[in-house]
């Protein structure tokens, strides 16, 4: 890790954050893209009118709904970019909610300080992680920015468009759509506090290593921050299938509602393009993110399969209901059962 880090990690207990430590999240994104930003674009569809593509979806989505928020333009972003992008998006949420005996006290001391740099500390390997490896937000069912900006992830669109044979303005087209799709889905709430709570977990298990290598932790002690977090795993980089492992079926659930949002815009004669885009197992990367892709292209038939049964038979509660609840996403198995999703949310307790 780089020397800035370390820095903030010097500075721990002393951050005036009280929510998440954000400037720390930055720093530890750019460390993570920082050799994708020496790697040119290769811009092989430069023939392809971005802006152009961008004002056919907004207005369509316009002719057919009205989404609270919207992105008002699309801009090309280096991973690095992108990653700083995600960051800047998240923030409206109110992370200081985040109840966390573990991360609030550790060993008496730090209290929100701590809280707000591990906080930070797991924030920024998410946008690295994103920058780095993801196409986007629709790859992993992401429901969580609010932003003016459609983001795209520039050196990853390219290697995703060029992995397919068709035509590519109706795969730009696509792309495009399900990720303004993603991003006006934002009002819901629901789907980022599933995130939200994943990492917090994810920061109590980190909170418990420190506490089992017995390290003094007091402000004092801490003279040389890169000799007490070297050896500490998980501290730079994140493992993806710990964040999203718990949490595949809602995710898998929130892809499916974005190609059928993305779908009914009815942008393309040929809608299976969104099928084909949103298909995760023609990656042919290797990356941290390729079991948990794995995992939910596996649901993704059942996901889908849901959303028929929802508007097949008439469900007491409607798209909006699930997407706005706790309560009501449904769970693995319900996914593979949804008359059993059903009888727990619309029968009356006995």
């Not at 930070?120 to 069912?141: D, H, I, P, R, V």
């Not at 939910?296 to 706005?324: C, H, M, V």
Request: hydrophobic residues 35%; contains cysteine.
């Amino acid at each position: 890790m780089s020397e800035d880090i370390f820095s903030q990690f010097f500075n721990l207990f002393n951050n005036e954050e009280s929510g998440v430590n954000w400037e720390l999240a930055k720093q530890i994104n750019n460390h993570i893209t920082k050799d994708e930003e020496l790697l040119p674009l290769e811009i092989s569809n430069n023939e392809i009118n971005f802006d152009q593509i961008f004002r056919v979806i907004e207005l369509k989505s316009e002719e057919f709904s009205n989404y609270e928020s919207s992105p008002k333009q699309i801009r090309l972003m280096s991973p690095k970019e992108y990653g700083l992008w995600f960051i800047e998006s998240i923030k409206h949420f109110d992370f200081e909610s985040i109840e966390s005996p573990e991360l609030s006290m550790f060993g008496g001391i730090g209290g929100n300080n701590m809280k707000s740099s591990i906080l930070g500390m797991q924030f920024g390997n998410l946008a690295g992680l994103l920058g780095k490896f993801s196409w986007g937000l629709s790859q992993f069912g992401i429901i969580l920015p609010r932003s003016d900006t459609l983001a795209i992830n520039h050196k990853i669109f390219n290697s995703k468009v060029n992995n397919f044979e068709a035509n590519e303005n109706d795969l730009s087209l696509a792309y495009f759509t399900v990720e303004y799709m993603a991003l006006c889905l934002g009002k819901y709430s629901q789907p980022f506090e599933n995130i939200m709570n994943t990492i917090s977990k994810s920061s109590e298990d980190m909170i418990n290593k420190l506490k089992d290598l017995n390290l003094d932790m007091g402000p004092e002690a801490i003279n040389n921050p890169q000799e007490m977090f070297s050896n500490i795993s998980g501290v730079e980089g994140i493992d993806p299938n710990q964040i999203f492992d718990s949490i595949a079926a809602p995710l898998s659930f929130y892809r499916s509602v974005i190609k059928q949002k993305s779908k009914e815009l009815n942008l393309l004669q040929d809608n299976s393009i969104f099928d084909l885009l949103m298909d995760l197992s023609f990656s042919n990367y290797e990356s941290p993110t390729k079991d948990i892709e794995t995992k939910i292209s596996e649901l993704d038939f059942y996901s889908d399969g849901f959303l028929d049964y929802l508007k097949d038979s008439q469900a007491t509660f409607t798209l909006d209901d699930i997407l706005g609840s706790t309560e009501l996403i449904p769970t693995l198995d319900e996914l593979h059962d949804p008359i059993s999703w059903a009888a727990r949310t619309s029968l009356p307790p006995i």
